[in-house]
């Protein structure tokens, strides 16, 4: 930390923003959320919620389909949080 203090400096607010999104979530959470976030990146925003959910499904047949429309919400409204943040480009 010390070695790179400017960094770390830099990179603070989405640090803090990853850390108070994400820390409190178990792996189950973690892996439909990260799947989630592949998914809309790789389909782009004009596809529906419904449609990115399949596609999730379709890598992950194990999570549900209320599962799986439940992390594209949540995915959406982290994307959003962070956009408003100013922390993604």
């Known amino acids: ?12 607010p989405a640090l803090r923003f990853v850390a108070e999104t994400f820390g409190s ?3 189950a959470e973690l892996e ?3 799947t989630a976030y592949l998914v809309t990146r790789q389909a782009g925003a004009d596809h529906s919620t419904e449609d ?10 194990h ?9 594209m919400k949540d995915i959406d409204n982290v994307i959003a949080r962070a956009k408003g943040a100013e922390l993604t480009q």
Request: net charge positive; hydrophobic share 40%.
């Open 1 to 12: 930390m010390e070695k790179h203090a400017s960094v770390v400096e830099q990179h603070r």
């Open 25 to 27: 979530k178990g792996v």
């Open 32 to 34: 439909r959320l990260s």
């Open 52 to 61: 990115r959910a399949q596609r999730l499904r379709k890598l992950k047949p």
């Open 63 to 71: 999570i549900s389909v209320d599962d799986a429309l439940v992390a």
